[in-house]
């Protein structure tokens, strides 16, 4: 707008952006001052930031939920730092990912804008009383909830190299418990198996005993370890014949039906096992998600760490509300004033401010619609009169039929006397 004792600079298309992300009215700031320019160019920037950073950190939330996991972590670091051309993501959940962020950052852009918006400038004054900071208490505590939901996924980025070597540990630990435990169910089921065998577990392992002995001495005798000289001798064959026999033996007795059944559950025992091992492996991988990574980082971080980083996306999400409460009255609020006072006047709205008092003390406005007030005057002076035509025309009827009584009686009383015997 063109004055001949003020002149603003053209607003460019970033900061009517801004303007437009503060909620503000870019019509009435392009004919204020600068300062409510930069005012609402500032509040703007503020909201949008958020739902930027909200947009990042749901993005981040979202993948660190629904990604790939994996029992080991610390893999995918070593990874990358052995191949820097290689990262380790999961490309359909980081598509997702960034849908979600975006669906998320509107969200809470669109939150900001409206708590930006609805909170007013108070009572014009830079004090903040307690009226005031009552009436913003809703939207403080909107606020809060939004910061919350923003820094937990940033704070456990921040801290994501010492986040995943904890996470490492807790795993490591599950599948430790894990092995250990399947070892143990194992070893207690081979055991029970063996002491079913009885005898024959017991002959077995005597004669596999002695059959190893035997091999031992003839060993001995092959080296010349026995001082009868080296060479496969009289002694080594008789020892070979008795630990053949003994071989026999035992492998009769592992042909039995009882034997072969309990090595088939042995066998079945050790796939359990395995499995078991395997499930160990899965449960520490489940270990991956937000949850124990938003506890590892309050372990980490500590406990003021932690609460500083809330209490700095808190800020940065209730500086427009407090700010809004503190501005002075400037020239574009006497402006959107006087704009509102124009469509009320346009459309026959008038309002009487503290008109009267209601039952518990409070004064109220008294709101008159002049247009609606017009239309219902006349609706309800149409019916009084077609109320009013209709009684005359009743009157009428009246002396009408009066006159004909009067006229000719006896022809009426035969009209009545006619209808009752109809009837």
């Known amino acids: 707008m063109k004055r001949d004792y003020y002149e603003l600079p053209k607003a460019s298309r970033v900061m009517k952006f801004l303007w437009n992300c503060a909620g503000a009215d870019i019509y009435l700031l392009e004919r204020a001052t600068y300062s409510d320019q930069i005012k609402y160019m500032c509040l703007g920037g503020i909201v949008f930031a ?3 950073m909200a947009g990042l950190a749901g993005g981040y939330a979202f993948y660190t939920i629904f990604s790939p996991k994996t029992a080991n972590v ?26 979600f962020g975006l669906i998320w950052g509107l969200i809470i852009f669109n939150i900001d804008r409206f708590i930006v918006t609805s909170t007013g400038k108070g009572d014009g004054t830079e004090a903040i009383t307690w009226d005031e900071f009552k009436g913003a208490i809703p ?6 909830i939004i910061a ?6 940033v704070e456990i980025r921040m801290f994501k190299t010492e986040i995943d070597l904890a996470v490492q540990k807790q795993q490591d630990k599950e599948k430790e418990l894990g092995i250990i435990q399947a070892n143990k169910n194992y070893e207690t089921k081979v055991a029970e198996i063996k002491s079913k065998l009885g ?3 017991t002959d077995i392992d005597s004669k596999e005993k002695a059959a190893s002995e035997l091999r031992y001495e003839i060993s001995k005798e092959i080296t010349g370890k026995n001082n009868n000289g080296d060479g496969y001798g009289p002694r080594a064959t008789e020892l070979e014949r008795q630990a053949k026999i003994i071989e026999t033996q035992i492998q009769e007795l592992k042909n039995t039906r009882e034997y072969k059944n309990s090595l088939i559950e042995i066998e079945n025992y050790s796939n359990e096992k395995k499995q078991l091992i395997m499930e160990s492996e899965q449960k520490a991988a489940t270990l991956d998600g937000l949850l124990i990574r938003i506890q590892k980082a309050h372990e980490i971080a500590g406990f003021w760490i932690s609460l500083f980083i809330t209490l700095l996306f808190m800020a940065i999400e209730l500086t427009p509300v407090f700010f809004k409460l503190m501005l002075i009255k400037s020239p574009y609020d006497y402006l959107a004033e006087n704009r509102d006072d124009l469509i009320k006047a346009e459309n026959g ?7 009267y008092t209601d039952k518990e003390g409070v004064e109220r406005h008294l709101v008159i619609n002049h247009e609606a007030k017009k239309m219902l005057f006349e609706k309800v002076k149409v019916s009084e009169i077609q109320e009013e035509l209709t009684n005359y025309a009743i009157e009428k009827y009246k002396e009408r039929e009066k006159k004909k009584i009067d006229e000719n009686i006896d022809q009426y009383i035969k009209t009545i006397n006619t209808d009752e015997s109809i009837v």
Not at 148 to 153: F, Q, Y
């Open 50 to 52: 958020t739902g930027f």
């Open 74 to 99: 610390l893999d995918r670091t070593k990874t990358i730092v052995e191949n820097t051309n290689y990262l380790d993501t999961d490309i359909p959940t980081v598509i997702l990912s960034i849908i």
């Open 139 to 144: 939207r403080i505590l909107m606020g809060a």
């Open 148 to 153: 919350l939901t923003i820094s937990k996924p």
């Open 199 to 201: 005898k024959i577990q």
């Open 349 to 355: 709205i008038e309002v009487m401010y503290d008109y």
